[in-house]
C-alpha cells in the first residue's frame, strides 16, 4: 500500500532518457481519507490521474494531498506503446526526499502496473507477467 500523508508528498514517474518518439501512457486510481477529528468518520473519495510520460522529466502521476487527507494509491498502469524500450521509474517524492519505489524495464507493448494487493508487477506483450518485487 503506498499513502501520501503529508503536504509535500507526491508520486512521480520519469523515464530513463530524453529522447522519445511518443509518450508513455500512465493511468492511476487514488482515494482521499478525509479524517474528522471531532466526529468518528472517515470520508473516502475516489479520484485518478491520466497523463503521459515526459522523457527523464519527472510527471507527477498523484499530487500531494491537503493537509487534512491522507491519500491512498489504489492502481497504476503505465503502457509502453513507443518504438522501443524504456527504463520506467517510479519515485516517492517528500517536502526532503526522493526515494526510488520501483524500477523496470519496459519493452515495446510491455506494462508496469501496480494495485495495493500485489504491489509493480511488469507484463510482457501477451499479458503473461515478467517478474514481481514484493
Known sequence: ???????????????NNYETEKALDCFCTWRDNYLEPKVILNVFVPNRTI???????PIDLV???????KRTIDFI???????????????????TTETILYSSSLAVGERLQYTDMTGFITYDVNGAMKYKVV
Not at 497523463?51 to 522529466?57: C, L, R, V
Open 1 to 15: 500500500m503506498i499513502i501520501l500523508s503529508e503536504p509535500g508528498d507526491k508520486l512521480q514517474v520519469r523515464l
Open 51 to 57: 497523463t503521459i510520460t515526459e522523457g527523464a522529466t
Open 63 to 69: 499530487v500531494a494531498p491537503l493537509a487534512e487527507l
Open 77 to 95: 498502469s503505465i503502457i509502453n506503446t513507443n518504438n522501443r524500450a524504456h527504463i520506467v521509474i517510479i519515485t516517492f517524492v517528500t517536502a
